[in-house]
Structures are given as structure tokens and as C-alpha cells.
């Protein structure tokens, strides 16, 4: 219906145009806004405000103008001019009425496909395997894997690419450790990945000649030394599985075969460094290979270097990255390429997709962009920690949220089974942490807390979880009598009429959340659908309405209620359960 509106609207400018009331040449942007108060109608747009200048007029006299000169047509029900120039809309309910039997008959619940598909490779989560996972990854693994998987639903391929630390200095330190212990030892070391490096680092800080060996290791490492490449491995595979452990459970959808670690690229960086040379935008600055943008200046004024490789020939993540590129658009055939990493950053990606279109890397239709997210903050308003003060490892935050919901599960009367409230928490407790963190604007901090997360109030996984359950149990309670789903729609009370609207904005809001990477649209859509359902159940009668063609309609919002939840869940990889 968006659609269809701005089309209208498109067609009225048009006409003003060549009536000569706004400049041919005049560039329009039509916005159309929701407005928060529902009796505004269903739509707004202050498009006479922006263009009142350009056409020399006043808002409300060019609002008029506007909307006299919009097409007849069966969208609208109703047009108004509020205030000192503000158009507001509402659909004709026989419209409400053929969108709601689109979604009730299409298994996308009337959700278009994307009509520019592209092949998208989404680069996220991406750990440095010299520790286990913790919380700071938490935040690019499921926000990557949410727009990943509403990328997917809109018809796009998409290409997950988990860029894992597996290459550099630390290496040696960690090889070195390995063997100085015994096969059983390391065995028994490796399983705590965190105590592995501490005792590791401790080490080589303490022993100059644990030191020495360590950066002997890296040198043969990279060189590809067989000895050194076999206790490499042996620590990147157990590392791998600590990693895909978190995922299973978080239920982020990356596996073994998306990981494209950094050491995959090795091959590749001597061709980058002898490709940007051949453009000739490589400068030696104190024995590094460096590239200078202009675009990119200091304090001073000075353009910032990129350091593509060290005085001693080593390389960076600059080199890394711009192999990455070249291997994501030509090996994997990307037009889109997508990057979920912390917002701090954005200048290293800005620079990055810079150099990479100037030296060739990128070319023609290819979009690059950086996704940058906040920090996981804690009731201090610092960096969140454990409560010994270290960083939180995420397998143990997940363990400790399985502990709280079980725990508010118990609190709960129910009928509820012992192994039930077990299964039931796991999906609670986890999917709180996903939503909480999914719920907020990408771009924002956020404080992580448990109460507020585990609360079945407000905009929180277990309101949403407990909702889907509240409207589920309408069709258990129903049995197998069914109800007629070919019957119309009735659209008589004010709360079947908001819920109405409310499901038709399904839609909309999928794409939104594709076209901005911002999964708080979807959150905020599935919170407010459970309002409006709840406000629509308390106040109409579904099972017990003696009208049948009343109860055939109101199942059938309640059934599409569900089926919206679900899936909307679903796209922000959060599981729905039967009961709770």
C-alpha cells in the first residue's frame, strides 16, 4: 500500500509540474511517515512543507494543490490537511480487507521479493581464535545473522563469510606453548582456550627465551614450516569447534564451511602489494609500503597513511582486506558486500573500500559497506565484564541466561514437566540475550540487563515468546472443528481495524530492516502486533462469538497474528515454542 501511495503521489507532482505550479526541474523526495496518533490516519507526508519555497506558495495552499491533483483511485478512503500543511491518509478498508486475503493466501505472508537481487557476502561474527568468544562478539554474530537471513527471505543469495583471526605475532607464543607441554597437556589446556593464553602470554613475558622461540615460530609459520603448521592446525581446530559450539546454540546460522580465515589470503597479499604498485599508489615511509589518500587527512592536515606491509615484510589487515575483496567479487561473484564489525571501525573500512575502488579491487556495480555497531555496555556505563572483572565468555553468559530463565520459569505456576521447563528455558534464556541485543538501534550502546531482559513485560523475547503462545492456544482450544478461511474479513471494531493495519505493515517493515541492516524495525513491529493483538482480544470475542462469519474473521486475524510472529521470529533467529 506504501507502494501504491507514493505512486499516487508521484503522478499528483508530475502533474503540479506541468501545470507549472512546482519547477520541472525541481527534484521531489516523496517520504511518507506512520503518524504515532492513529486517528491521523494511516499515512503522512509534509511534502507541500519541503517544496512551498520552490513553489512559491504556502504549505497549505500547495497541500491543496496536491491533493486535488491526485488520480482517482480505490487506495484512499480519505484525505486531510492538517495543521500548516501536513497531508494525512487513510486506506479504504476494502483495501485493508484484499491485502490481509494476500497474506492469509501467500506462504511469504505477502512479503515481495527483493526486486534487485544481488549476490551478498555478509562478512560476520569473525573471532580471533586466540581466545575463546565473548561477549564483545556477540553483537556482529547475531546481527549479521539476522540480516542475513532476511537478505535470504527477500530472494537474495547470501554468502556468509566468518573472517576468523588465525594469522600473526600471537600465533608463535600460542605454538610455542604447545610445545613446550606434552600431547596429554595440551589436550587437557586446549579445553580452556582462555587459561591456554594467559599461561601462554604469561610465559612470554616471563622467558626471554620462550619469547625468542615464539618469534622464531611465527617466521616458520608463515613460511609454511610442516612442524609448525601441524600444532597450528591442532589449535585452530579446536578453536573452530569452541566457536561453532556458541553458534549452535546461539542459533546463528554459520558453520565450518563459512570460515575464510585470515591465513586463506596469505597466498594473495604479494599479488596485492605488487598490484597496488603497479598503479603507482605505493609510497616507502620508514622502510613500510604505505598508500596516502587525500581523502584521508589528519589533525595537521597531513593525508594518513595505509600500511599494506611492515619494514620487516610483514603484512596487515589493510593487505588482508583488500584480498578479501578481490577474492569476494571474483572467486565469489559479489555485488554486495556487507561488513558487521564495530563501529570503531569505520574509518579502516572507509579508507579500505576507498583504496580498494582507486587500485581496481572493486569494480563497476559493486556496493561495499561497513554495518558498524555500539558496544555492550554494563550497569556502570562501562565495556561489560564478568563479575571477577575479566571479559565475559559468551558460552558462560549463555549458560548463566539458561540459569535465570529456568529460575523465572519455576517462579511461574504451570503444568509445566521438570524436562519441559529444562527445554524451555534453554529457548528462553538464549533468545533473551539475542533480542535484547536485537531490539536496540544497531548503531547505539546498550546496557546489558538481566532483569530488564528477562522480564515478561515490554519489549522483551519472553512477552513476545509467551504472545505467540497466547495465540497459538486459540486454535488448540479450537480443535479439529477448524473454521472457514475462505470467509471475508470484518472490519467492524476499531481494534480489528488496528491490528489489521498493523499485520498489512509486514511487508514494509521486512524490507526496512534489509535496507538499513537495522533489525530494531522487525523488534519493534512484532512488539507492537502483540499489543494489538492483545488489545483486540480483550475487547473482541473470538471462540465464544455466536456469529460465525464474525468468529471466521476474527480466527482468521488471530491465525495471521501467529503466523506473522512466527515468522518474524524466525527472521531474527529466534525460535517460537508451543507452550510456556
Given at each position: 500500500?506504501?507502494?501504491?501511495?507514493?505512486?499516487?503521489?508521484?503522478?499528483?507532482?508530475?502533474?503540479?509540474?506541468?501545470?507549472?505550479?512546482?519547477?520541472?526541474?525541481?527534484?521531489?523526495?516523496?517520504?511518507?511517515?506512520?503518524?504515532?496518533?492513529?486517528?491521523?490516519?494511516?499515512?503522512?507526508?509534509?511534502?507541500?512543507?519541503?517544496?512551498?519555497?520552490?513553489?512559491?506558495?504556502?504549505?497549505?495552499?500547495?497541500?491543496?494543490?496536491?491533493?486535488?491533483?491526485?488520480?482517482?483511485?480505490?487506495?484512499?478512503?480519505?484525505?486531510?490537511?492538517?495543521?500548516?500543511?501536513?497531508?494525512?491518509?487513510?486506506?479504504?478498508?476494502?483495501?485493508?480487507?484484499?491485502?490481509?486475503?494476500?497474506?492469509?493466501?501467500?506462504?511469504?505472508?505477502?512479503?515481495?521479493?527483493?526486486?534487485?537481487?544481488?549476490?551478498?557476502?555478509?562478512?560476520?561474527?569473525?573471532?580471533n581464535l586466540a581466545k575463546e568468544m565473548h561477549v564483545g562478539h556477540l553483537r556482529s554474530a547475531i546481527i549479521g545473522d539476522a540480516v542475513s537471513r532476511v537478505s535470504e527471505f527477500l530472494g537474495h543469495t547470501v554468502i556468509r563469510q566468518n573472517h576468523v583471526g588465525d594469522w600473526g605475532t600471537q600465533f608463535g607464543m600460542l605454538l610455542a606453548y604447545m610445545e613446550a607441554l606434552d600431547n596429554q597437556e595440551a589436550e587437557y589446556e586446549l579445553s580452556n582456550l582462555?587459561?591456554?593464553?594467559?599461561?601462554?602470554?604469561?610465559?612470554?613475558?616471563?622467558?626471554?627465551?620462550?619469547?625468542?622461540?615464539?618469534?622464531?615460530?611465527?617466521?616458520?609459520?608463515?613460511?609454511?614450516?610442516?612442524?609448525?603448521?601441524?600444532?597450528?592446525?591442532?589449535?585452530?581446530?579446536?578453536?573452530?569447534?569452541?566457536?561453532?559450539?556458541?553458534?549452535?546454540?546461539?542459533?546463528?546460522?554459520?558453520?565450518?564451511?563459512?570460515?575464510?580465515?585470515?591465513?586463506?589470503?596469505?597466498?594473495?597479499?604479494?599479488?596485492?602489494?605488487?598490484?597496488?604498485?603497479?598503479?603507482?599508489?605505493?609510497?616507502?615511509?620508514?622502510?613500510?609500503?604505505?598508500?596516502?589518500?587525500?581523502?584521508?587527512?589528519?589533525?595537521?592536515?597531513?593525508?594518513?597513511?595505509?600500511?599494506?606491509?611492515?619494514?620487516?615484510?610483514?603484512?596487515?589487515?589493510?593487505?588482508?582486506?583488500?584480498?578479501?575483496?578481490?577474492?569476494?567479487?571474483?572467486?565469489?561473484?559479489?555485488?554486495y558486500l556487507m561488513y558487521f564489525v564495530d563501529a570503531r571501525q569505520a574509518l579502516h573500512f572507509e579508507q579500505i573500500f576507498t583504496l580498494a575502488r582507486k587500485a581496481g579491487f572493486i569494480e563497476g556495480d559493486i556496493r561495499t559497506q561497513h554495518y558498524g555497531f555500539g558496544t555492550v555496555m554494563g550497569k556502570d556505563g562501562k565495556p561489560y565484564k564478568s563479575r571477577d572483572g575479566g571479559v565475559t565468555k559468551l558460552a558462560d553468559l549463555l549458560d548463566e541466561a539458561e540459569r535465570r530463565a529456568l529460575s523465572l520459569l519455576q517462579q511461574k505456576s504451570s503444568d509445566l514437566t521438570e524436562s519441559q521447563q529444562q527445554e524451555i528455558a534453554k529457548v528462553v534464556g538464549i533468545s533473551s540475550v539475542k533480542y535484547a541485543d536485537l531490539s536496540k538501534n544497531r548503531t547505539s550502546d546498550y546496557i546489558f540487563d538481566w532483569d530488564l531482559m528477562l522480564t515478561f513485560e515490554g519489549n522483551t523475547a519472553p512477552y513476545l515468546l509467551y504472545a505467540f503462545t497466547r495465540v497459538n492456544s486459540i486454535f488448540s482450544r479450537l480443535g479439529e472443528t477448524g473454521f472457514d478461511q475462505t470467509a471475508d474479513f470484518i472490519l467492524d471494531d476499531p481494534r480489528e481495524v488496528a491490528l489489521a493495519n498493523q499485520l498489512v505493515r509486514f511487508n514494509e517493515v521486512v524490507h526496512q530492516v534489509y535496507d538499513k541492516a537495522m533489525p530494531h524495525f522487525l523488534c519493534g513491529y512484532l512488539f507492537e502486533l502483540a499489543g494489538r493483538f492483545s488489545s483486540f482480544y480483550e475487547a473482541c470475542p473470538i471462540l465464544n462469538q455466536d456469529n460465525e462469519a464474525l468468529r471466521n474473521s476474527r480466527l482468521k486475524l488471530a491465525r495471521l497474528t501467529a503466523n506473522t510472529l512466527s515468522e518474524g521470529l524466525d527472521l531474527l533467529g529466534i525460535p517460537t515454542l508451543e507452550k510456556m
Open positions: 500500500m506504501k507502494e501504491q501511495l507514493e505512486q499516487l503521489l508521484a503522478d499528483a507532482i508530475g502533474q503540479i509540474k506541468a501545470d507549472g505550479v512546482l519547477p520541472a526541474d525541481q527534484t521531489v523526495n516523496i517520504q511518507l511517515d506512520r503518524p504515532r496518533d492513529k486517528s491521523h490516519g494511516d499515512f503522512a507526508t509534509n511534502l507541500a512543507l519541503m517544496l512551498a519555497k520552490p513553489a512559491k506558495t504556502n504549505p497549505r495552499q500547495l497541500a491543496e494543490t496536491i491533493v486535488a491533483a491526485i488520480p482517482q483511485n480505490t487506495l484512499l478512503a480519505k484525505t486531510d490537511i492538517a495543521g500548516p500543511g501536513f497531508i494525512n491518509f487513510t486506506i479504504a478498508q476494502d483495501q485493508l480487507k484484499q491485502q490481509l486475503e494476500a497474506m492469509m493466501t501467500s506462504d511469504r505472508l505477502g512479503v515481495e521479493p527483493a526486486q534487485d537481487k544481488r549476490t551478498i557476502v555478509i562478512d560476520y561474527s569473525s573471532p582462555e587459561t591456554f593464553y594467559k599461561a601462554a602470554k604469561q610465559r612470554f613475558d616471563e622467558s626471554p627465551e620462550f619469547a625468542e622461540r615464539a618469534r622464531e615460530l611465527v617466521v616458520k609459520l608463515q613460511s609454511g614450516d610442516e612442524y609448525c603448521l601441524k600444532l597450528w592446525n591442532q589449535f585452530i581446530d579446536v578453536s573452530l569447534s569452541h566457536c561453532q559450539e556458541v553458534y549452535d546454540r546461539l542459533g546463528v546460522k554459520l558453520t565450518r564451511a563459512d570460515v575464510m580465515a585470515e591465513s586463506a589470503y596469505n597466498d594473495r597479499l604479494p599479488g596485492v602489494i605488487e598490484h597496488l604498485k603497479e598503479k603507482n599508489l605505493l609510497v616507502e615511509d620508514q622502510g613500510a609500503q604505505c598508500v596516502f589518500l587525500d581523502e584521508f587527512k589528519g589533525k595537521e592536515g597531513d593525508p594518513l597513511p595505509i600500511i599494506v606491509q611492515k619494514k620487516g615484510g610483514g603484512y596487515l589487515y589493510a593487505t588482508t582486506d583488500l584480498a578479501a575483496i578481490q577474492y569476494r567479487q571474483q572467486e565469489l561473484g559479489g555485488d
